[in-house]
Structures are given as C-alpha cells and as structure tokens.
C-alpha cells in the first residue's frame, strides 16, 4: 500500500524558511512517480496547487502566490519530494498536503502538515 509522509512543517515568523519533505513508500516494482505536487488549504478557502514537479525532467510549475519564493525538487532515488518556503508571509499559513501521481494515474495524498506563520 502507497503511503506519503509529511514533515517539516511547524511555526515560522514572517521572512523566514521552513523545508518540507515528502517521502513515498509502498510503490511495487515497475510502479513509479510521475510527478509530485504540494498543494495547501488554508481555514474557509479551497485547496490550491503550490507547485508540481516531474519526476523525468523536474519540469515545474508554481501557484502566481509562491513563485520567487518557494522552490519544488524530488529525488527520484530517495522517492521523496521538498518544497523549500523561503520569505513567508502570514498568508501562507496552511496545512500543506503532499500529491503523488503514479505513472497508472492513480493519486496518493498524505496527512499534511500545517505550516503556520506568525510573530
């Protein structure tokens, strides 16, 4: 069974950092990760796409509210996923969700972790 697993968030004050990480287990041989995206939700607002990125390539795309802040990678060995935040503002505070979509297009979610920032 596919699991993703959450960590890295926490509380942060506005202008600094936090890393998250994302880390699949479960895929069986021949099964693999087409791409990888984080998306957050915020209380009383919808989900929305932060960043996605390819696993062949590391193609990326990022949500108009994040770019120039906050970068996606993968490491394809590892299986796991990052989403660097640098220069947080408050509006960013939200419980983060890993995405995972296999190469059968099926999609694994994880928990999420909140990400809070505040002074």
């Known amino acids: 069974q596919v699991q993703l697993v959450e960590s890295g968030g926490g509380l942060v004050q506005p202008g600094g950092s936090l890393r998250l990480s994302c880390a699949a287990s479960g895929f069986t041989l021949g099964t693999y990760v087409m791409s990888w995206s984080w998306y957050r939700q915020a209380p009383g607002k919808e989900r929305e796409l932060v960043a996605r990125i390819t696993s062949a390539g590391g193609s990326t795309n990022y949500g108009d509210s994040v770019k120039g802040r906050f970068t996606i990678s993968r490491d394809n060995a590892k299986n796991t996923a990052y989403l660097q935040m640098n220069s947080l503002k408050p509006e960013d505070t939200a419980v983060y969700y890993c995405?995972?979509?296999?190469?059968?297009?099926?999609?694994?979610w994880g928990q999420g972790t909140q990400v809070t920032v505040s002074s």
């Open positions: 995405n995972a979509l296999s190469g059968a297009l099926d999609d694994y």
